[in-house]
Each structure stands twice: as C-alpha cells, then as structure tokens.
C-alpha cells in the first residue's frame, strides 16, 4: 500500500475519534465510506488497526486506547500538548491528496491568488533549524526600507496571518528576533554548527500573542468583546485567539473574554470587524480604538 494511504488513514481514524468513542466495526465502516470518497483502499482488519494505533502515537502524539470492559469502544485517552500542530499537518495532507486524486479540481476548488513571498526560503530554514547552523542574510525592513546584513541562530518557523517567520538569535545582540520570510534574501546557510544552547519555550513566548509580534510585554491583557450576532456565529466556529472564552450567546450578541497582548496587530484586526465588534474592556483600548475611528472619520470629512 501506498505511503500516503497510511498517512491518510491515519488521519481519519483520528478524526474519527474525536467525534466520539468507536468500536472497531465503527470505524472500520467510516474507512470504507471514505474509501469510496477518495477512491483509495483504505479498508483494514483489527490487527492492523492495532499497529495503526501504535503508529499515530508514535509520530503524531494521539494516545488511542480501548475501553475493555463494556462496549470495547476505541477513545483518545491524551493529546498531544499542542494539539492544532499534528492536525494541522494531517488536514494539510488531507487536502493536498484530496487535490491530486481529483479531476479537474481548478475548475471546482477556487485558491487564493495571492500568495506571500518568502516560502522558497521554507525548506532551507527548516534545515538549518534541525541541524543547528547559522544563517546570514540580507534583511528589508519595510517601515525604513534600509537593508541590513544578519547573522542568526535559528530556531524556529511560526506561521501569523498569512505568512511565515524565522524566529531567530541575532547574533549582533543576542536577542530574540522575528524576520519576515518575504523580506529575507541572499541566505547563506552556515556549514559548521553553533553551540550556544537556548531554552527559549517558544510556544509560551507566543501564547498571549496575535500575530507575531510581543512588544516586549511581559504579561497579558483581559480583553472583553462584544459582537452582533451572525459576526458571533463566525467568532465562535473560527476563534479569535486560542485564549477564547464565550461569556454570553444568545440572540442578543456574543460577547468573549480574551488573555492577550494588546499590541498594533491586535488593534489592526479588532478595526477590521467594523460596527459588529464593540470593546467593553479595558478603558484604554476602547479609547485608543475611539481616537483611531475618529482620525479615519477625518479623512473623509
């Protein structure tokens, strides 16, 4: 069987469970509907589902367990810690095989044209970050438009809006910095490997963050918003930040509660939802929303 069988089969078992618990009879029957869908064989017997089992712990952090007494149900017992990665990279496989299996998908399945500079540059930083080399290169920054010359230790890709970053050790300064893939040129990859260890939690260092940016702030906002009904509908099925939580949701409206840094990306999205959004807390960031809308109003009066 083809590599991207397992890895698509693997993938819907996943899905599977986290509907809910199943026998084995279950999800046999869900990969046999699936098969047809996909016009692949991805019917298996139990022993193999065992050794699938095995297999999706092992690269993608699913703890898949059977209930022994009772209905011998299959559940997921633990997750990875960060859930959203794993599945990201199977809903990503799962498209990108739905599209190769599909005729004449361009005609039915519409992308979006427009696409960020910089993802040339993914499969070499994804290297260097691995095995520990620096990089060099030339670096535009777009407030200025000055060109500067950087040597980095690299140590991780974080995707924000649309686009990607290295988040990387400037070797000048010894400080963590992001750098726009789109604005990064001539990269050099090093060949020997650098030695400082770093134990930056990358994960943490982003967790109260929209986008990519921190500002230096050490710690998180509560932030209360309040949105017309149908916005709610679409805050609630696509969360605003990973912090969500909803604290009414009724016909009325959907208000949320956010831990987050309130820095210019921030501001940015939350003057996108126009009159369907209102900020109820904090004072300050209603006031700096209110001087904003009044600027813009000036514009046109």
Known sequence: MP????????????????????????????????????????????????RDIKEIYTMFGYDIQNEQKGDKRYFIADTPDQKQHP??????????????????????????????????HFTGLLYAINEKKSLAFEYTKFEDDIVTKRVVHPLALKEAQGRWYLIAVDTKDNRLKTFGLDRMDGIDIHKSIFKAKYNYDLNEYFRHAFGINTESQTEPATVRLSFSYEQGQYIKSYPFHESQQILVDNENGVEVELAIYI???????????????????????????????????????
């Open 87 to 120: 599945l990201r990279l199977l809903e990503s496989y799962q498209i990108m095989h739905a599209l190769q299996n599909a005729r004449g998908y361009e005609k039915v399945v519409l992308l979006e044209k427009r696409r960020p500079k910089g993802i040339e």
């Open 263 to 301: 820095t210019w990306d921030f501001i940015k999205e939350l003057l996108s939802f126009g009159p369907n959004m209102k900020v109820l807390y904090p004072n300050s960031l209603k006031t700096k929303l209110k001087e904003l809308l009044t600027k813009t109003l000036k514009q046109y009066s």
């Open 3 to 50: 590599k991207e069988n397992y890895l698509s089969r693997y993938s819907h078992i996943v899905k599977r469970l986290e509907r809910g618990p199943a026998t084995f009879q279950d999800i046999a029957l869900y990969l046999e509907k699936q098969s047809e869908i996909e016009d692949i064989n991805l019917v298996i017997s139990q022993r193999t589902f065992q």
